[in-house]
Nanobody, 117 residues
Framework: QLQLVESGGGLVQPGGSLRLSCAASRFTLDYYDIGWFRQAPGKEREGVSCISSSDGSTNYVDSVKGRFTISRDNAKNTVYLQMNSLKPEDTAVYYC??????????WGQGTQVTVSS
């Protein structure tokens, strides 16, 4: 079974940074578009960022532009989400997901990010 495992979440003060990792097992990420999503308590899940398998192009939701950076290291079969200048409103469970075409087919279990003083 294809698996994605997120790590790197935690508690950080406002203005701080975290780097989330999304590691794949039993398949290579090279051919998959990867997305990062988040869900805060009482809110719907939202797409945060994504990176293309074909050309490495990236997209970000407006609320994180200039603060978050998505990248992939195919040699390590891992995608990262570098999060800087974190705000309390970034608090959520963050998930990574993979797809080749259409909808995201494979999801990780999530990692909690809490931004609080």
């Amino acid at each position: 079974q294809l698996q994605l495992v997120e790590s790197g979440g935690g508690l950080v003060q406002p203005g701080g940074s975290l780097r989330l990792s999304c590691a794949a097992s039993r398949f290579t990420l090279d051919y998959y578009d990867i997305g990062w999503f988040r869900q805060a308590p009482g809110k719907e899940r939202e797409g945060v960022s994504c990176i293309s398998s074909s050309d490495g192009s990236t997209n970000y939701v407006d609320s994180v532009k200039g603060r978050f950076t998505i990248s992939r290291d195919n040699a390590k079969n891992t995608v990262y989400l570098q999060m800087n200048s974190l705000k309390p409103e970034d608090t959520a469970v963050y998930y990574c997901a993979a797809k080749i075409t259409g909808s995201y087919d494979y999801w990780g279990q999530g990692t909690q990010v809490t931004v609080s003083s």
